[in-house]
């Protein structure tokens, strides 16, 4: 990213793809289906394709829209609008700080399942305890979220990210083919249960698209809208900085509104997608309590319906595990980057020693999130109702409850501080007009506020 911040992207398409490479990651292929299962598929959908009109829209224009017109990384970029407002960058920085901590966890659990179709043993991971005793096994997690973490340090102590971003554009294109084609396959599935019950992909995929309102309450709305929530902000990667700084890197030609639209459709296709490959296939094999098994759902479901492919499937999971794997390491990129380019400003260390040391602290954290499955294990009931140890607990401070905070003040802050012109300024800078214009602004200073406060008092268990 120093490259770029010295020479900006070369146009919007190297803009889009670079923002999209960070933004699709597990966050779109296992965070998604897992979330929408549990939540009985039909409503979090409906309510996630909204958000991502409304508040995605807004969230994402104004991240992109704060970065290009102030030209700093969110740690900077707010109080050098107003001094007074300093400390929301620095709150900002929180979220990939948090978020490291856990990335390259899941990173290598992803690496684990490449091996695992490496060495031909498939049927052994289509075990239903096989995922939970591999990540509560002591020794085999922490080897390969180590190695994970060892190839994006890499990257990132090399500055190489310009080669690595090459290699995913290649890379993307394939994962989206595969996992098209990976979900038409999930819904010819059948299978008949030891009840003699048969169900059917077809009836998963309707599970997954329609609403069914039936028993909802208040709260349960609340909870679905929060949770839809925080995968927006997870999947978008925005209200964490990310944006704020490539958003400076883009010059003033570039038309945002158009490259906003591309970013959120790539980002919500790969989710949508990602979902009609998993949720179909839990249905069939395992009906609708197997859709509650929570962050295990993608590591129990997927090998289930490469065994079903028959020889073929060994071929197809690797290289599907190995795709994730590329669109897990692109993210994890941008966030160690975002983390090294910020404390090499605020230590005046150089590009390597800092890296190392990033290296080195966020690696230790991750042993301890792995810790976490067993020598840690707790089960800390979340105000959401679930219950957590020590990677989920990570997971809702950050998105469920930092990040409604932080949007909270950012929405405040442009909308009645700033106010929303100086970003619609901004997104017809390049000549273009903003035509959500209007959108934005009741977005920005009455929708975004109120609804915000209300989703970080529910995850504080407040409401
Ligand atoms: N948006 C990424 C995903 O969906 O997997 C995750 C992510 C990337 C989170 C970058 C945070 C970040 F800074």
């Not at 910020?342 to 890296?355: A, V």
Request: charged share 15%; hydrophobic share 50%; with cysteine.
């Amino acid at each position: 990213m120093k490259s770029k911040s010295k020479g900006g992207f070369s146009g919007s398409l190297g803009f889009i793809l670079v923002a999209a490479g960070s933004a699709v990651g597990v966050g779109n292929i296992w965070r998604f289906p897992y979330l929408a299962a549990q939540d009985g598929g039909g409503v979090f959908l409906m309510i996630y394709l909204l958000l991502v009109l409304t508040f995605g829209f807004t969230l994402l224009t104004t991240d992109i829209a704060i970065g290009r017109r102030t030209k700093q990384k969110a740690l900077t970029a707010f109080g050098s609008i107003n001094s007074k407002w300093d400390f929301l960058g620095k709150l900002t920085f929180l979220i990939p700080i948090i978020i490291m901590t856990y990335y390259g966890v899941i990173g290598g659990w992803v690496l684990k399942y490449v091996t695992v179709y490496l060495s031909g043993n498939k049927s052994q991971a289509t075990q239903s305890d096989y995922f939970t005793s591999f990540i509560s096994s002591k020794v085999s997690p922490i080897v390969f979220m180590l190695i994970f973490m060892a190839v994006t340090v890499f990257i990132v102590y090399f500055g190489v990210e310009k080669g690595i971003e090459r290699f995913s554009k290649m890379v993307m294109p394939g994962l989206i083919i595969m996992i098209a084609g990976i979900a038409i396959f999930s819904l010819t599935l059948r299978y008949t249960d030891t009840c003699g019950v048969e169900r059917t992909g077809m009836q998963g995929l309707m599970l997954y698209l329609k609403p069914d309102f039936t028993g909802m309450t208040f709260s349960k709305f609340l909870k679905i809208l929060l949770d839809a929530m925080s995968q927006l902000f997870f999947s978008l990667s925005v209200s964490m900085g990310i944006m704020i700084t490539y958003g400076s890197y883009v010059k003033k030609d570039v038309n945002l509104s158009r490259s906003i639209k591309y970013i959120e459709l790539f980002d919500t296709g790969v989710a949508l997608l990602a979902g009609i490959m998993v949720i179909p296939a839990v249905y069939v094999f395992y009906g609708t309590q197997g859709m509650t098994s929570g962050p295990g759902l993608m590591f129990i479901s997927l090998p289930r319906v490469f065994a079903a492919m028959g020889s073929i499937g060994t071929i197809i999971g690797l290289v599907f595990f190995l795709m994730v794997t590329f669109a897990t390491l692109t993210s994890s990129i941008s966030i160690m980057e975002t983390l090294v380019a910020n404390f090499m400003d605020l230590f005046h260390m150089s590009r390597k020693k800092t890296s190392l040391i990033m290296g080195i602290v966020f690696s230790a954290a991750s042993v301890v999130i792995c810790l976490g499955y067993n020598v840690f294990y707790f089960k800390l009931p979340l105000p959401n109702g679930q219950s957590a140890q020590l990677l989920d607990l990570m997971d809702y401070v950050s998105n469920s409850f930092l990040m409604p905070l932080i949007s909270f003040l950012t929405c405040v802050f442009i909308g009645w501080v700033v106010k929303p012109k100086w970003i619609v300024e901004e997104m017809e800078a390049s000549g273009d007009k903003f035509t959500r214009k209007k959108l934005y602004s009741v977005m920005v200073r009455y929708v975004a506020p109120i609804i915000m406060a209300a989703l970080f008092f529910q995850s504080t268990g407040i409401l």
